[in-house]
């Protein structure tokens, strides 16, 4: 045989393979059989590409099915000790970390909080001490660390691991996906927060059998991850999705952290809310704010609206209505240019997201286009704040899950390439 041609059925394997371990994660438990009718591969091919991911302790074979005539199959799933994920998100005002098992299940957490004003090396040092007990947790559970994925907060260079420019954290340059590998000698894949948050929504989330959906993530500020045509859309120089950024008023009073007037997330993020709120309380309107303020020695924030919220205060969900619907605007103008199935909300905002929703439900349907927006649901996050934290892993799930066979079993120490993020 060739070298072109052994090199061609090597490929070919490894294409096959990867197939085959990304439909037992999308659809387990799942029979050798029901993978040879979804590939198309014959059952022979189907058993001894299973029996390899078998061999590298990827999947496991789990109890037996009915289809209802024969024998029962065995059924396959993945295998929850075949290793785990840390994901890091980088927030503008918080540090949050989660290891996840490849099926998205969260075995262990922790956030804390950051002060955007704080030194970047004390900042750094803050998610380097979540690594730190992240990889205490996967050690006491003696599952290995398959990699590290990195949500960082603005322009992310995904090749080098770079964030290039944030606008709300004002830094330049930073090379956390080094950092973070050499903190951990694991792969690590980096992309900016609402990227990741689209991969988890991809991976584990609402959005696994949806080719065309955006994510939000609203909080600080907005940011989108597009995913188009079943993948992500980085444009031409990776930075696409900066949709906080996109004008949607010709109201030019607020300067933006871009330098810029009027963008989209100074009358739709978490400060926007907040000051709705104030003006209301400035007025003398009554609210049950200020004493929830108070009581729990509380700044004004999202904590206190979402409670007031659910207590029924008619000056915290008439700001929530009017963020909304500023929010609204702005996914109006990506429901008219994308044509989405889907828009899934996360982000901080999240935790206030169902009081927003009535005001976005109203402004989209006002002002994007009625045949393109019935076409779009709109859809919190069922990960709630940690949307982006699952996504910041599912970056290095779905790099496994594209090239499995550079995992070797539990003696992990690279994930080659992957078909969307690189490891570092
Ligand atoms: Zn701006």
Partial sequence: MSDHRAADQSFVRETNIASILRYIHEQAPISRARLAALTGLNKSTVSSLVEELLARGLIHETGRGSSGQGRPATLLEINP???????????????????????????????ADSDPSHPQEQ??????????????????????????????????????????????????????????????????????DANAGAMGEHVFGLARQTRNFIFIVAGVGIGGGLFLNGDLYRGAGGYAGEIGHTHVSSDSSRLCRCGSRGCW?????????????????DVGRR?????????????????????AAAQGDEEALSALHDTGEAIGQ?????????????????GA????????????LKAVKEK??????????????????E??????AALAVEAILSNPTAVAGANVTRVEAGRRARAL
């Avoid at 660390?145 to 992310?156: H, N, R």
């Avoid at 739709?268 to 003006?279: C, M, P, S």
């Avoid at 905002?349 to 976005?360: D, T």
């Avoid at 949307?387 to 910041?392: D, K, L, P, R, T």
């Fill in 330 to 346: 702005g996914i109006a103008n990506l429901i008219n240019i994308f044509n989405p199935e889907l828009i899934v909300m996360g």
């Fill in 123 to 192: 900042i750094i040092h803050q998610a380097l001490e979540l690594v730190e007990a992240g990889m205490s947790a996967a050690n006491e559970r003696s599952l290995p660390l398959l990699g590290l994925g990195a949500a960082l907060p603005g322009m992310v260079d995904v090749q080098t691991g770079t964030l290039t420019f944030s606008p709300n954290l004002q830094w330049r340059d930073t090379s956390l996906g080094r950092i973070f590998h050499e903190h951990t000698g694991a792969p690590v894949f980096v992309d900016n």
């Fill in 349 to 360: 905002m999240i935790m206030v997201g169902e009081y927003l929703l009535p005001g976005i």
């Fill in 265 to 281: 997330e100074n009358s739709g993020n978490q400060y926007a809310l907040i000051e709705r709120v104030r003006a209301r309380l």
């Fill in 368 to 385: 994007s286009l009625p045949d393109i927006s019935q076409q779009a649901q709109i859809r919190l996050s069922g990960f709630g704040v």
């Fill in 287 to 307: 609210s049950l704010i200020p004493r929830l303020c108070a009581e729990q020695n509380l700044p004004l924030g999202l904590n206190v609206i979402a409670q």
């Fill in 387 to 392: 949307a982006v934290v699952i996504g910041a």
């Fill in 81 to 111: 000790a075949a290793g785990c994920i840390l994901g890091v998100e980088l927030g503008v005002d918080y540090v949050r970390a989660a290891l996840v098992d490849l099926s998205g299940q969260i075995l262990w957490r922790h956030s």
